[in-house]
């Protein structure tokens, strides 16, 4: 007797909280400084935490040179009982399906830039590699994540900014940083689920 | 003027293909040694080559102690047009969501184990760590796979076997190991697409 599969048991589907809808369309179509940029991706993390729609991450999408919003995606593991929902990989896999390819950067198209409220987790610097995306800003990195929210990094590689840039990604760090880490400290104040640091789960 | 998001627009979906449903049923409920869950394993990436479906990775999620067989996913980020469409996040992906949880390790659930035809990338470590796994079985590691197939597997934790197993995920190497590598000659005899080697995308 065989397993007993369905078509539903083949695919899933991710997606923003529905707020995102509106909250992507009262932004500007062009965000021309990376601060602007940053303050934008920044407030989608603060309001993930505020609507109890996810973590505390967001990422957006843009046009490097003509700041085009592709997309700002936000973390999404509980709500959508995905463990690699995070912000990074709902905003690129977005930014994917709308342009219609697997690759940011191919040919033909603008040079694409990710932006970070935080430099990406072990998974997502994976991610970040393989997307196409040229550009990377982060508000920060370091120990002050994982010591506000309790959240695990993963094992990141010890050399990871050397390894993207080898890989064509240039990275800017240190933008609006202290905005960034206020945001982690309102996360933290709502006691809210840190969802991968293997609480309750241990063998 | 705003930017203009439409609501299918902030979601997207993932499938395996269509002959993996017929493949699925066709497996027994259980497969009781790592070897028979490895052979099914690498046979599912094996037909993904040939079907042209994807790459030639495939992932299975399984009970670790009962065999019971959860889903076994395969590559599909041409297909799917997603960079992050990898055998093993479509694995976790569909198993958490026929589980209902992001966590496959949760209170209550039985050890799940996560068979491998190769080491996985440097995103997938990172989701391999998020996912709630104990047990990670790989057909190998090593530069064989980056040699025969031009795969970048990316900037993987040197020490990624300590740092798995430091979260609580046992990792059993060298299963099948050459029939692994045969799965990956056949895919390089194919002169198919290596979708993540920045070929034709260089700035």
Do not use: K
Not at 27 to 52: G, Y
Not at 105 to 126: D, E, F, K, S
């Amino acid at each position: 007797m065989g397993a007993h599969f369905s078509t539903t048991d083949i695919r899933f589907e991710l997606d923003l909280p529905a707020w995102a809808l509106g909250a992507l369309n009262n932004l500007p179509t062009h965000l021309q400084t990376v601060d602007a940029r940053m303050a934008a991706v920044i407030e989608f993390a603060r309001r993930n935490v505020r609507e109890r729609t996810g973590g505390p991450f967001a990422s957006g999408i843009f046009e490097r040179d003509s700041g085009r919003l592709v997309v700002i995606g936000v973390n999404r593991v509980v709500g959508n009982r995905c463990s690699s929902a995070h912000a990074e990989v709902m905003a690129f896999s977005i930014a994917q399906r709308i342009l219609g390819t697997w690759d940011l950067g191919a040919p033909g198209l603008p040079v694409h830039q990710m932006v970070n409220n935080w430099r990406p987790c072990a998974m997502c610097l994976g991610a970040t590699a393989w997307s196409g995306v040229r550009s990377l800003i982060v508000a920060g990195d370091g120990p002050e994540l994982e010591a506000i929210t309790g959240f695990d990094e993963g094992p990141a590689h010890p050399d990871w900014r050397r390894e993207l840039e080898r890989r064509g990604i240039d990275v800017i760090q240190d933008v609006l940083r202290d905005a960034a880490l206020a945001a982690f400290c309102e996360f933290a104040a709502t006691r809210s689920e840190v969802y991968n640091a293997r609480q309750g789960s241990r063998p």
